[in-house]
Structures are given as C-alpha cells and as structure tokens.
C-alpha cells in the first residue's frame, strides 16, 4: 500500500514514468491502485479518446504496442493499460482436453480459425505442421485419441476423425507464431521505445521473481510494485489486512471487532477480494448498527474457501440473484474467462434438469431432498440400477450420477427451486448466451451478468 501511496504522490507533483508493473496475488489492491493511476492520469474530459484498457488474456504484443503508439487527443498523454497478458502470465497451462473442448465449441459457433488455433495447443504441435496435415499432424492426434482415451466420447471421436483436416487451411501461422514469442517482442520494443506520449501500466496477477526479465527492464525504466500476500499474524490486531478493512470501513463511519475480523478470515481463507465482497453484505446487514461483530459473520458469511466459480453455481441453484451477482462480480474481478463461467453454469443447470427428470420418472423421490447424507447415500445412490445411469449421457462430465455423492446431494437439494420446463427455459437461455459470448455483439462481461439474473429469476 505504501509504495503504490508514493507513486500517486509522485504523478500529482508531475513525476510521471512512461511504464508501471503492478504485480502479485493481492489482485484486489492492483485493481484499486488502477483505478487511483486512471483517476490521476486521465482526465474525464478526453478519456473517452485516449484510455484503453486491454483485460482480457488473449490480448496480442502487437494491439498494446498499436495503443500506445497512438498519439493523444486534446491531452497531454494517452494511457494504456494491459491486464493480466497470457504473454507475460505465469499462470499454469490449460489442460490440453480444455483446449480440445473449446476448440469443438467454436467449430459448432462456425469461428474456424479460432477452432483451428485452439486444436493445435490441444496436440502439441507446431501451427506450420498443423497447416501441413502430414504425417506428424496424424501422429499428434492418433497420440492425442491414446491419452484421453477413458475421457473422449463418441462425439468427441467423432470430431476427431471428420474435422481436423479440414482445419488445416484455417490456421494463422503467422499470428501464432508470434503469440508464442510475444514475451520476447515486447520487452525489446520497452527498451526501445522512446516517445513520452504515453503511459503503459501493466499488471500481472500471479509473483514475478526478482530476476524476472520483466521486473528487471521496467526497473530500469519505469515504475515497480509488487503487491505480495499479506501475511497474516498470530494477534489480529496487528494483522495489515485488519488495518486495511478498518481504513475501508472508516468511510461508511462503521468499524469491526477483532473477534469478527478473526471469523471473516478463517472463513475467507483470508482472500482480501472476498473479505471486501463479504464486508459489503456485512454493511447492508448490520444497517444502522456502528459495528460488525463475529456473530454477524457466522450468520451470513458461509463460505469455508475462496472457491469463486462453484460459489456463483451454487448461488444460481439457490435463485439467490444478490448472492451470485456478488459471487460473479468476484470472480470477474480475478481474471475468471467469461466462457468458463458459462461452461460451469450450463453444466450445473444441466445437472439439475436430469434430476428433474430423474424425479418426474420416480427414480429420485421428491423426499430426497430433506434426507440427510448419510441416508441419501443408502437410500438413493446404492438403489439406482445401472440402467437409470445409462439413460443420461456417456461422459462422466455431463453425466450427474456419474458425480460424486456430495455434490449429487447438493444438486438435489437445489433441484427443487426450479420447475422442469423452468430448466429448459434456463437451457435455451445458456444457448443464447453461448451465441452473445462469441459473436462478439455485447461485451462477455454484460453477457455472463445478464445471463445469470435471468437464470435466478421467477419466470
């Protein structure tokens, strides 16, 4: 905190670096100190001309370097800003199967190229030897088919015997080529660059090292912060996180007791993105109350982990609409992709209609849902017959018995919020919003947060 309170102390008596690298876990704190470095270096007046903020992972070398070539309009500067770049990310790889199953879904949206993109990460192989279609194009998927071979599905075999050869004059060689050296281009073009008619403010939301070529150049050149996880201490009191919560709490004149503060953390996994997402219901809650105290957070704090995207899933099948609009905004927040948060709600909507069915047949009692546990798992898992399992999909993905009992009984439960043509409705909902998500005609953050207040309404 205190580094990032110098840097704006130091653009308001006009000492402005041409670059500023943001970094570390604390994601919260980066997203704060933007919007502080966008209130101080673009004024409204002729922001609409020269801000542009680039968010999303698959942002390429050449759009940043395009931006901030740029010269301003009716302003001094422009100010570009790079969230978290897949380039410059070292987050984990996506598993290759991932990458497998989204290169099917935008083969089905008819985006060939992006279909032919995603195929080549999901069998390893150079995009020139993808575009070639030869013997070590046949190899890669004859090796891909012997991996996943307990994972694919007759759809999936399917696909891979029609359709990737028809792909191979869909690839960009090119743009390929240069995503996976786009590290290397952008920290040459740093160093080279010389004009001082724009500011570029990166940030990357996972630790660099100190020998990071990265922190090393913009050392040199620009400004650096690393926003580190705070630690937290054995004595509340002087917890920096409790410090933190207490400066935010000040502003609405309200303050928290050590024993509350204790509970919102062990129940938070000290997640300061939660933390501030739960002291924003705790505000409304305790209304004209000055304090929050522990037993305010043991009744409306009920998460035990900062597991976001199942958070949201589960508010949806609640039909709570505050609960998963604070949900998704969280998960917004961490750089969660849009289409994977449809993934994950399509899959639990799905899960819940085959239960409805399940019930309609009588297979699933209605009663199941008010048993406990143990007796779920007596009384309905072990009683279902292999056949009821073979009446529902093949992939154990798309398949809810083929679950683990815990999250079937959960499943249950929420099953009977909703009606069966209810969760149809809420399946042609999902397709529309599949369509918005890659047809690019509203942005994927409208698109998810429409998607969901529909999905938790009445109607």
Not at 93 to 98: A, F, R, S, T
Not at 189 to 210: F, G, K, M
Not at 403 to 410: C, D, I, R, V
Request: net charge negative; hydrophobic share 40%; with cysteine.
């Amino acid at each position: 905190m205190g580094q990032a309170s110098n840097i704006i102390e130091d653009i308001r008596k006009g000492k402005i670096a041409s670059v500023y690298l943001l970094y570390g876990e604390e994601v919260y704190l980066i997203e704060n100190t933007i919007s502080d470095l966008i209130e101080e270096l673009a004024p409204k007046s002729a922001r609409d001309f020269n801000l542009d903020i680039f968010s999303t992972p698959d942002v390429s070398v050449e759009e940043i370097i395009a931006s901030a070539d740029t010269y301003p309009v009716m302003s001094d500067r422009r100010l570009v800003i790079v969230k978290n770049p897949a380039f410059l990310s070292s987050k984990k790889e996506k598993d290759k199967y991932e990458y497998f199953l989204e290169s099917k879904e935008f083969y089905r949206s008819n985006n060939l190229a992006k279909s032919a993109s995603l195929l080549t990460k999901a069998l390893n192989i150079e995009p020139a030897d993808f575009a070639e279609g030869g013997s070590t194009f046949s190899k890669a998927i004859q090796d891909f088919r012997s991996e996943y071979e307990d994972e694919l599905t007759s759809e999936d075999i399917e696909f891979l015997n029609d359709v990737p050869q028809s792909l191979t004059n869909e690839i960009d060689i090119f743009a390929l080529s240069s995503a996976s050296g786009g590290t290397e281009l952008f920290l040459e073009w740093l160093q080279e660059r010389t004009d001082n008619y724009s500011v570029l403010i990166i940030s990357v939301h996972s630790d660099l090292s100190a020998n990071n070529q990265l922190v090393k150049i913009i050392s040199k050149i620009g400004k650096v912060i690393n926003f580190a996880k705070l630690k937290q201490t054995s004595y509340a009191k002087y917890d920096p996180m409790f410090k933190i919560v207490n400066d935010k709490l000040s502003e609405s004149k309200k303050t928290i007791s050590l024993e509350a503060f204790t509970e919102l953390q062990k129940k938070t996994g000290n997640n300061m993105g939660q933390i501030f997402d739960e002291i924003n219901k705790l505000l409304t809650f305790i209304g004209d109350r000055q304090q929050i105290e522990k037993n305010d957070v043991e009744e409306l704090v009920t998460q035990t982990e900062a597991d976001g995207i199942f958070d949201l899933t589960r508010a949806v099948g609640q039909r709570s609409l505050p609960l998963a609009l604070a949900n998704l905004k969280s998960i917004m927040k961490k750089g969660e992709h849009p289409l994977l948060i449809h993934a994950m709600l399509t899959r639990q909507i799905r899960f819940l209609l085959q239960i409805r069915l399940l019930m309609e047949k009588g297979w699933i009692k209605q009663d199941s849902a008010s048993m406990s546990y143990d007796n779920f798992q007596q009384m309905v898992i072990k009683k279902l017959p292999p056949e009821v399992i073979a009446m529902l999909p093949e992939a154990k993905q798309s398949n809810v018995l083929k679950q683990h009992p815990y999250p079937l009984y959960l499943n249950v439960q929420q099953a009977k919020n909703f009606t069966t043509q209810e969760l149809i409705t809420a399946m042609e909902r999902l397709l529309k919003a599949d369509i918005q998500l890659k047809s690019g005609t509203l942005t994927p953050e409208l698109v998810v947060e429409m998607l969901v207040v529909d999905l938790c309404s009445s109607k």
